[in-house]
């Protein structure tokens, strides 16, 4: 099992080797118990953005970590890949700009790459 640390870097790392941009991690740990972090990224197309979202599920499973889940492929604008203590929501532009995750958990801390 990994930590989290290194499960953070798994999932920034498969982003990054297919170009996701605007990549930000948040620590929400002090405001819910569902998770620890979230990762937010974009894609460029919605094709772009479930290639993204499927990277990372690959990944964790070649790390021995498989996701518990991962949805929204169907329509592409937003896929989320749980991985239990990180949570992975890769997004078009218009759909994060419209949810603004960012602003939600605000107050937390925020790395971005």
């Given amino acids: 099992m990994l ?3 290194e499960l953070q870097q798994l999932a920034v790392t498969a982003l990054e080797e297919l170009k ?8 929400v740990s002090e405001m819910t118990d569902v998770t620890s972090r979230m990762v937010i990224a974009s ?4 094709r772009h953005v479930r290639s ?5 599920v690959l990944e964790a499973k070649r790390a021995n970590n498989p996701p518990l889940g991962h949805e929204g492929e169907e ?8 991985l239990g203590e990180i949570v992975v929501h890769v997004m078009m532009p218009e759909t994060r700009d419209y949810y603004n995750l960012e602003k939600f958990w605000e107050e937390f801390q925020r790395e971005e790459f």
Avoid: F, P, Q, R
Avoid at 20 to 27: H, K, N, Q, R, Y
Avoid at 43 to 46: A, D, R
């Fill in 3 to 5: 930590s989290i640390d």
């Fill in 20 to 27: 996701g941009s605007e990549i930000t991690v948040m620590d």
């Fill in 43 to 46: 894609g460029t197309s919605s």
């Fill in 52 to 56: 993204l979202a499927e990277n990372v």
């Fill in 75 to 82: 329509s592409g604008d937003w896929v989320l890949v749980d």
